[in-house]
């Protein structure tokens, strides 16, 4: 059985006590912090950028896993690697309209782990030419 990766989403935390919300988190055996990355166009929510990743990045040597909800995630790649980045998934529907298989070598080509995910309702065929 494959091991299971514990990544808390600090879009849950208390920003105001951020560094003790990571610590809390880390104590508790996390494996990864998880940071969603959404701009108010490809989802309506809006929550923080890479100053915000870099902060976290500075309060803790865990993974960051980077889930960019973005628009144009290729654009804003070398901001999240620069801010401490580990791991970034964009959304194949985010991509549509552009190279899915070159963003996801651009973010390999810095060295992080790349990934890539659906919505619920977009179908499933759209990510199986990249299942290896």
């Known amino acids: 059985m494959q091991r299971i990766i514990v990544a ?14 990571i610590h809390r988190v880390e104590a508790a055996g996390a494996d990864w912090i998880h940071c969603d990355i959404m701009d ?11 100053e915000i990743v870099r902060i976290v990045r500075g309060l803790t040597s865990l993974p960051l896993d980077v889930h960019l909800m973005i628009e144009h995630p290729d654009h804003y790649v070398p901001r999240f690697v620069k801010a401490g980045a580990n791991s970034i998934t964009v959304h194949v529907e985010a991509e549509a309209k552009h190279d899915v298989a070159k963003t996801l070598q651009q973010i390999q080509d810095t060295g992080c782990r790349a990934g890539l995910t659906l919505n619920p ?9 990249f299942l290896h």
């Open 40 to 50: 108010g166009h490809f989802v309506d929510n809006i929550s923080f950028g890479p």
């Open 121 to 129: 309702e977009t179908p499933f065929d759209l990510i199986e030419p």
């Open 8 to 21: 808390p989403s600090i879009l849950a935390a208390d920003f105001s006590r951020l560094a003790d919300e």
